[in-house]
């Protein structure tokens, strides 16, 4: 069996489908930074705000993605 890696841009991509917001207000933005974990996985760290400044903050999350593609959310 072959051992398939995601790509660091398939893990934006799931990154951000994952930090996708329930509900959508055109003033909500979302900045995510996806960076290698070193073992062939990704980290993911999303910041979701409201405003274009002063920004107020409405929450931020990290994620672990593995190399197969699977998302594990972690304590920020």
Same mark, same amino acid.
């Given at each position: 069996m072959q051992h398939t890696r995601i790509s660091a /841009?398939? &893990?934006?991509?799931? &990154?951000?489908?994952? /930090? %996708?917001? &329930?509900?959508?207000? %055109? %003033?909500v933005r979302s900045d995510i930074d996806v960076r290698p974990a070193g073992d062939g996985g990704f980290l993911a760290d999303v910041v979701v705000y409201r =405003?274009? =400044? #002063?920004?107020? #903050?409405? =929450?931020? /999350?990290c994620a672990y993605i593995d190399d197969h593609g699977h998302l594990e959310p972690v304590a920020a």
């Open positions: /841009a398939q &893990a934006e991509t799931i &990154a951000r489908v994952w /930090a %996708d917001v &329930a509900y959508v207000h %055109d %003033d =405003g274009s =400044g #002063p920004f107020i #903050p409405v =929450g931020t /999350a």
